[in-house]
Nanobody, 116 residues
Framework: QVQLVESGGGLVQPGGSLRLSCVASGFMFSSYAMSWYRQAPGKERELVATIDGVGGSTTYANSMKGRFTISRDNGKNTLYLQMKSLQPKDTAVYYC?????????WGQGTQVTVSS
């Protein structure tokens, strides 16, 4: 079955950087677009970025443009999110997601906390 496992979250000071990873299994990873979402306390889950199957096309939420970079390594079945210039407003649980045959599959999430 489809499995998505995120890692790489943690506590970081404002202005710092983190790289999140999402290891996928149970499906042909390179055939599907992948996305990162995040959910802050008391807020709805929001889209962060999406990348196509071959990694040639990416889109970002406006507030993340220039600070976050989504990428993938199809040889490792792994999705990445490089985050820089992190601010307290970026504190959230970050999730990866794939949509296959009309069904959305989510990982368990990884917590990112930006605080001094």
């Amino acid at each position: 079955q489809v499995q998505l496992v995120e890692s790489g979250g943690g506590l970081v000071q404002p202005g710092g950087s983190l790289r999140l990873s999402c290891v996928a299994s149970g499906f042909m990873f390179s055939s599907y677009a992948m996305s990162w979402y995040r959910q802050a306390p008391g807020k709805e889950r929001e889209l962060v970025a999406t990348i196509d199957g071959v990694g040639g096309s990416t889109t970002y939420a406006n507030s993340m443009k220039g600070r976050f970079t989504i990428s993938r390594d199809n040889g490792k079945n792994t999705l990445y999110l490089q985050m820089k210039s992190l601010q307290p407003k970026d504190t959230a649980v970050y999730y990866c997601k794939v949509r296959r045959f009309g069904t959305e599959h989510w990982g368990q999430g990884t917590q990112v906390t930006v605080s001094s």
